[in-house]
């Protein structure tokens, strides 16, 4: 099977086809491209809490690497930037000992420091 985005542990090809015009802002016009996204990646997810954990971790980072990708359309990755509170909130949820504590942390401390280097970039 394409290991195309192998921080994801499910590679469903559908999935794949929608994290790939994410992450390369291939429909910058149709914003709702990642709402479909979130729906289909929690339709597949199970009850496992690690699975869920993971998922929602992968989906940050795609949404970050997708917002750190000054080549893109502004638009776009302000988008992704309004959206990538959505993994992180049920991240927060989903916390049950102090590793995953801290791992959140530095994943909010990550996206304050990208997001703060990126800002001049996204005003235009």
């Known amino acids: 099977m394409c290991q195309c985005f192998p921080q994801f542990e499910r590679q ?5 086809v929608l994290r790939h015009k994410i992450r ?4 910058v016009d149709n914003p709702s491209l990642v709402l479909i996204w979130f729906s289909m990646e929690e339709a597949l997810m199970g009850a496992c809490k690690h699975a869920a954990w993971s ?15 000054d080549m893109l ?18 991240l927060s949820r989903l916390v049950d000992c102090d590793a995953q504590k801290q791992e959140l942390e530095k994943l909010f ?8 280097f990126f800002k001049p970039g996204l005003a235009q």
């Open 55 to 69: 998922l929602h971790v992968a989906e940050y980072r795609l949404l970050l690497d997708t917002l750190s990708d």
């Open 12 to 16: 469903d090809p559908a999935i794949n």
């Open 24 to 27: 390369h802002a291939e429909e």
């Open 109 to 116: 401390y990550e996206l304050r420091v990208t997001s703060e």
């Open 73 to 90: 359309a502004g638009h776009w990755r302000l988008w992704c930037l309004d959206n990538i509170y959505k993994p992180l909130s049920v």
